[in-house]
């Protein structure tokens, strides 16, 4: 995790977000960048710092379970000042080619800043398991073997740089490696799969996901 503080003439005590905050920032593209910050931990914040790399404005800044207010905009750094409840989520959209951010900090009520983590990649992934049965029916046939295709095509970086690695885990202690890759199942059963991703500066993320293989396929399926 990076972090880059302001210059100041205020002593300011940056800590990291405590494990089990969950993820505290989203990136998504859709006609402009959005960007959202989300408040998972136990108790509000005061404040919210976003450090672009370059001069920016926000074409929408709005919140759920948030308050907040822009305080200043200076050089590429918004501060909003407000509260932010636990689990409000603040987002702020701004065009697309627009400068990247570079760093974000929660602020709470002593002045305390929390580093967000905004360079980690997003992992993401797809696959699909066609219907099935666990109970035999008139009509059913053995469901397994059966090939399935993983997929990590929408994983993203809000970097917007490369992923330069994709590793598959299954709870059964298979692994592969590829941004799409393919699973023989020979057994019924629930499984769960992780997918983890690293950007070419090193940062990873990862996505849990369970499905169930099924005994049996059946004509109505």
């Known amino acids: 995790m990076r972090t880059r503080m302001a210059v100041s003439v205020v002593l300011v005590v940056v800590c990291f977000a405590a494990a089990g905050f969950g993820r505290p920032y989203e990136w998504i593209q859709t006609d402009r960048n959005v960007g959202l910050f989300n408040n998972s931990g136990e108790k509000p914040f005061a404040g919210l ?7 920016i404005v926000p074409l929408q800044a709005i919140g759920i379970g948030t308050d907040l207010e822009l305080l200043s905009n200076e050089a590429g750094i918004l501060t909003f000042t407000g509260t932010v409840h636990p689990f409000g989520t603040f987002e702020i959209d701004w065009s697309l080619g ?10 709470d009520a002593d002045g305390v800043e929390w ?28 469901y397994v073997p059966i090939d399935i295709e993983f997929a990590g095509t929408w994983s993203k970086d809000p970097d917007g740089l490369s992923i ?9 202690g298979v692994q592969l490696e590829g941004e799409t890759v393919t699973r023989t199942f020979w057994v019924p059963g629930d499984y769960t ?19 169930h293989i099924y ?3 059946c004509t109505e399926d």
């Open 98 to 107: 627009g400068p990247r951010i570079d760093a974000a900090f929660w602020i």
């Open 193 to 211: 799969v992780i997918l983890t991703v690293w950007d070419a500066e090193g940062f990873s993320d990862s996505q849990t996901e369970t499905l």
């Open 115 to 142: 580093a967000i983590d905004v360079h980690s990649p997003h992992a993401r992934m797809r696959f699909h398991v066609p219907p099935g049965s666990d109970e035999p029916k008139a009509g059913c046939a053995p």
């Open 164 to 172: 330069v690695r994709y590793q598959w885990s299954w709870s059964d």
């Open 49 to 55: 710092r976003v450090v672009f790399t370059s001069e």
């Open 215 to 217: 005994r049996y396929r």
